[in-house]
């Protein structure tokens, strides 16, 4: 019963470890995105255009 | 090279980008389901060789990023192509945070099958090594003061940290240590069981596929910091047309459109 603590450690911090960097992904492609709007009017990359 | 820099730009693509991250959420939740709930426990471990479903395939997506680093610094060396040097920088960051997370789901597992949570074992203590020279060329990412040194700098520890990677890997084979030998990336048969290797092939698809996401998420973010980068005083004349122009055929080259 006490190694499934260590499991359920491991398991929830891959999953913790990988949104969190998916998450820290997606602030920084908001900030580079508003920098990139500031200069140049709007976003030319990384935008889907409809 | 060119090969490997084409795969990357059609993970890259807006479509392969999200199919990839559907992928790696239906994956992830069949790795979880499958690793905790179905697969039977380990005869002479219990539950807690059910670790091995995550520790794994994350160590094993940490040698293919510090792989692509060691490709695409020397494509760098060779081209002097900045995109390169993107990718280079992207998959160093995955591959740390891989790094990292494999050393603490060791030593999560290590705990109560050896009875202590860190030791100076050859494959850990080499890991740690890993570790260090990849921090060391994120560090130095940082410091160096143009894009052009940097790229140069950084590829040059990007070749010469992968020596280490091999020696990781070769560890429990040249040293008496702790750590278990390999049991699937051996030569001759797996000395698993077949659930438990299937359960295992399923992870590393997974942790795969979770690896492309992130790279292909890490260059676009890269690709916008770069460009965010030009100074705003470089914005008018023929010099910023120049930047633009090449910074608009990468990221045309790579996503499909700018």
Redesign the interface.
């Known amino acids: 019963m006490h190694d499934v603590g260590y499991v359920a450690a491991g398991y929830s911090l891959t999953m913790v470890a990988l949104v969190g960097y998916r998450w820290h992904l997606a602030v920084r492609t908001r900030r580079a995105r508003q920098y990139v709007s500031a200069i140049n009017g709007r976003a030319r990359i990384g935008r889907r255009r409809r | 090279m060119r090969h490997l820099y084409r795969a990357l730009t059609v993970l890259g693509g807006?479509r392969a980008q999200r199919v990839m991250g559907v992928a790696t959420l239906a994956g992830?939740a069949a790795t979880?389901v499958i690793?905790?709930f179905v697969v039977p426990p380990d005869a002479t471990q219990?539950?807690?060789q059910?670790?091995m479903y995550?520790?794994v395939p994350?160590a094993w997506v940490m040698f293919l990023a510090f792989g692509v680093v060691f490709l695409a610094s020397v494509a760098y060396l060779k081209t002097k192509r900045i995109q390169w040097d993107r990718v280079a920088a992207a998959s160093a960051e995955?591959g740390v945070?891989c790094c990292?997370?494999t050393i603490?789901?060791g030593s999560?597992?290590g705990?109560?099958v050896w009875g202590t949570w860190w030791t100076w074992d050859p494959r850990l203590t080499t890991t740690a090594v890993l570790l260090l020279i990849y921090v060391g060329y994120l560090s130095l990412r940082m410091v160096a003061d143009s894009p052009a040194r940097r790229a140069k700098w950084s590829a040059v520890v990007g070749v010469v940290g992968f020596i280490d990677v091999p020696i990781v890997h070769e560890s429990v084979v040249w040293w008496r240590s702790l750590h278990q030998q390999a049991t699937v990336l051996r030569l001759g048969t797996p000395t698993i069981a077949g659930s438990m290797l299937a359960t295992l092939f399923l992870a590393f698809v997974t942790f795969s596929v979770?690896y492309g996401y992130?790279m292909a998420?890490?260059m676009?973010?890269g690709?916008?910091?770069d460009?965010?980068a030009?100074p705003?005083s470089a914005?008018t004349g023929p010099q910023v047309r120049r930047v633009q122009s090449t910074?608009?055929s990468a990221?045309v080259g790579s996503?499909g459109?700018?």
């Open positions: 807006y992830l979880v690793g905790l219990g539950d807690v059910r670790l995550v520790h994350i995955i945070l990292a997370l603490v789901l999560l597992w705990r109560p979770a992130l998420v890490r676009r973010v690709r916008l910091e460009r965010s030009v705003v914005q910074d608009i990221s996503d459109h700018a």
